[in-house]
T-cell receptor, first 113, second 111 residues
């Protein structure tokens, strides 16, 4: 049990729709990172938030956006969904500049049809 | 850019066998290195880490040594159990404190 919870656990959306995924960070953590894990692949870094601002971004288009709230919970929003967006989305919470201490949630399995 | 390469799976072993999962990396500087494990239906868990050359990380009978000369961080365990069946990921922390991951190696242990 890591203390990081994600919701929903599974989701099915239609191409072109928008989706919001949620993450509650572990107590005492002030950063949250989001990763996309395609089937059979390692996680790919999407972005990280620290003090409610984006603090680093991977190679993902602007239709992937996020929010971090004062209580350090976070959202990942994806607009104009594409079939290739189907993946497991992982949230990891940690302390600033210490991704070595990151704890992962169980993930949200998104299927785009 | 930085990258991590690990051996392809699945790796299938009998219980009590010796395990090695190879991991090599390419990076500027000397990144911290990690092994994460993903059990079926669960999220990623940090298994062990090493932050500098020649460091040995260890946990739950697993160990890995940071080898700068061969840019490797191979995971080993002397006697595996069925409960070790999972997907194992090697990762490094880049200069922006972001994790760069290998593709994962599925380990299957048969009784």
């Amino acid at each position: 049990e890591t203390g990081v919870t994600q919701s929903p656990t599974h989701l099915i959306k239609t191409r072109g729709q928008q989706v919001t995924l949620r993450c509650s960070s572990q107590s005492g953590h002030n950063t949250v990172s989001w990763y996309q894990q395609a089937l059979g692949q390692g996680p790919q870094f999407i972005f990280q938030y620290y003090r409610e601002e984006e603090n680093g971004r991977g190679n993902f288009p602007p239709r992937f956006s996020g929010l971090q709230f004062p209580n350090y919970s976070s959202e990942l929003n994806v607009n104009a969904l594409e079939l290739d967006d189907s993946a497991l989305y992982l949230c990891a919470s940690g302390r600033a500049h210490m991704n070595t201490e990151a704890f992962f949630g169980q993930g949200t399995r998104l299927t785009v049809v | 850019g930085d990258s991590v390469t690990q051996m392809e799976g699945p790796v299938t072993l009998s219980e009590e066998a010796f395990l090695t999962i190879n991991c090599t990396y390419t990076a500027t500087g000397y990144p911290s290195l990690f092994w994460y494990v993903q059990y079926p239906g669960e999220g990623l868990q940090l298994l062990l880490k090493a932050t500098k050359a020649d460091d040995k990380g260890s946990n739950k009978g697993f160990e890995a040594t940071y080898r700068k000369e061969t840019t490797s961080f191979h995971l080993e365990k002397g006697s595996v159990q069925v409960s070790d069946s999972a997907v194992y990921f090697c990762a490094l922390e880049d200069s922006n404190y972001q994790l760069i991951w290998g593709a994962g190696t599925k380990l299957i242990i048969k009784p």
